[in-house]
């Protein structure tokens, strides 16, 4: 069950103010249940990864691009762009257009590849590991270092558990778009 908010005055009650400022806490029936909401959650993150991939091998399949932009415009996102691409792409005769747009679409959402679509950016964690962990031998500290991934994460995200002699776990969490930025570790 899910609750919507309305601008309305609950029927029969003087508004405490006459800017419209009440509001009235309605169950809707026809709510997607929370669990309904996680899997349509579940399945755009899915066409959307499989859009990137596409996207960045060239393989763009033009039915993926259509229902991640039909799953766009049903959760209100009235774009232009999201528009075009699905006019596009239900045509799907211009690929490299269909692709372009694609790629716009996923930069105007702010969609994060995880460590899955871009190994590259884990490898370079792992490096940097390496530094991190030579530089902790180097000052006499012992314990296991190394990284965790965490799959259930979306995107996927990275930790570096450490327990050695230093007193207390160091656990700071990496994900994808950070692991694309050199940065210090500590």
Do not use: H
Not at 89 to 95: I, K, Q, Y
Not at 139 to 145: D, E, K, Q, V, Y
């Amino acid at each position: 069950m899910m609750v919507v908010v309305t601008g309305e005055p609950v029927p029969g009650e003087v508004p405490a103010s006459a800017s419209g400022d009440c509001r009235v806490y309605r169950s809707d029936p026809d709510a997607l249940t929370a669990g309904q909401l996680q899997a349509e959650s579940d399945r755009f993150a899915c066409l959307a990864r499989q859009v990137y991939v596409g996207v960045r091998d060239g393989t763009l399949d033009p039915e993926a691009a259509f229902d991640m932009s039909c799953m766009l415009m049903q959760r209100d996102q009235q774009d232009p762009l999201v528009q075009e691409l699905a006019e596009q792409s239900a045509e799907g005769t211009d690929r490299v257009k269909i692709s372009g747009l694609a790629r716009q679409v996923l930069k105007a959402i702010a969609f994060q590849p995880g460590f899955r679509e871009e190994p590259a950016r884990l490898e370079a964690l792992e490096r940097a590991l390496e530094v991190v962990e030579a530089d902790v031998r180097a000052t006499g500290l012992s314990g296991p270092l190394g990284l965790i991934l965490n799959d259930w994460d979306d995107p996927c995200s990275m930790r570096t558990p450490y327990s050695g002699a230093a007193g207390r776990a160091a656990r700071p969490a990496f994900t994808p778009r950070r692991a694309a930025t050199p940065r210090r570790l500590w």
